[in-house]
Nanobody, 125 residues
Framework: VQLQASGGGSVQAGESLTLSCAAS????????IGWFRQAPGNEREGVAV????????YYADSVKDRFTISRDKARNTVYLQMDNLRPEDTGVYYC???????????????????WGQGTLVTVSS
């Protein structure tokens, strides 16, 4: 199982970025999968999760209405569209899955067992 995150960078507040997570060793459509982040000095937190059934997505309150998680089964890739970025969105972003069928809420508040290497997002004011 591998998760390869990319798309991070340095942007100004108010700008957008799209992160990609290319998966191998499993099908992203078969399991709940999400994005997590870790800001300097903070613990890792769940940001957005899409459930295996795609019946539900869950977003942390801090990113609701600004971030959108999606999945392309043909490319076996998960995306995080981040709009109206804020300095507090700065951190290393990881995609992760528990290779299970957790609800989107449950996965977002847990610590999955499969992680990618992370991609750095820096937002300046």
């Amino acid at each position: 199982v591998q998760l390869q995150a990319s798309g991070g960078g340095s942007v100004q507040a108010g700008e957008s970025l799209t992160l990609s997570c290319a998966a191998s060793g499993f099908n992203v459509g078969d399991y709940s999968i999400g994005w997590f982040r870790q800001a300097p000095g903070n613990e890792r937190e769940g940001v957005a999760v899409i459930s295996d059934s795609e019946r539900s997505t869950y977003y942390a309150d801090s990113v609701k209405d600004r971030f959108t998680i999606s999945r392309d089964k043909a490319r076996n890739t998960v995306y995080l569209q981040m709009d109206n970025l804020r300095p507090e969105d700065t951190g290393v972003y990881y995609c992760a899955t528990d290779l299970g069928h957790s609800s989107s809420y449950a996965l977002c508040h847990s610590r999955p067992n499969e992680w990618g290497q992370g991609t750095l997002v820096t937002v300046s004011s």
